[in-house]
């Protein structure tokens, strides 16, 4: 089992900038993809963005540019950094591990078996 935890969720203004990490624990040995989800009130989850251990960073075209996905100097930690926010960006971000190939982990998929509990951003006008 792994277990997720996010932090770093809050409320900002448009343009404003946050960070949020989320840190795995458990059995995260070759859980080597994981990823950043959101959902907004009413909508289905979307996906945000990829990190795949030892390989690359993938993002949704509403990400690219704005936000930037790495890994945390903490060990078993990632974090994503988002800048120049919008409202529409609002919404319950959800931390995901899986293991999967590059090609997997680069596609957005929400067939992750381990979920965080979440943390909230809000954007205002």
């Known amino acids: 089992q792994v277990q997720l935890a996010e932090s770093g969720g809050g409320s900002v203004q448009t343009g404003g900038s946050l960070r949020l990490s989320c840190r795995a624990s458990?059995?995260?040995?070759?859980?080597?993809?994981l990823g950043w989800f959101r959902q907004a009130p009413g909508k289905e989850r979307e996906w945000v963005a990829s990190?795949?251990?030892?390989?690359?960073?993938y993002y949704s075209d509403s990400a690219e540019g704005r936000f930037t996905i790495s890994q945390g100097n903490v060990s078993n930690t990632v974090n994503l950094q988002m800048n120049s926010l919008k409202p529409e960006d609002t919404g319950m971000y959800y931390c995901?591990?899986?293991?999967?190939?590059?090609?997997?982990?680069?596609?957005?998929?929400?067939?992750?078996?381990?979920w965080g509990q979440g943390t909230q951003v809000t954007v205002s006008s």
């Open positions: 995901a591990a899986n293991s999967a190939s590059a090609a997997w982990c680069s596609r957005g998929h929400s067939a992750f078996p381990y």
């Open positions: 458990g059995s995260v040995y070759m859980r080597n993809c």
């Open positions: 990190l795949l251990i030892g390989g690359g960073r």
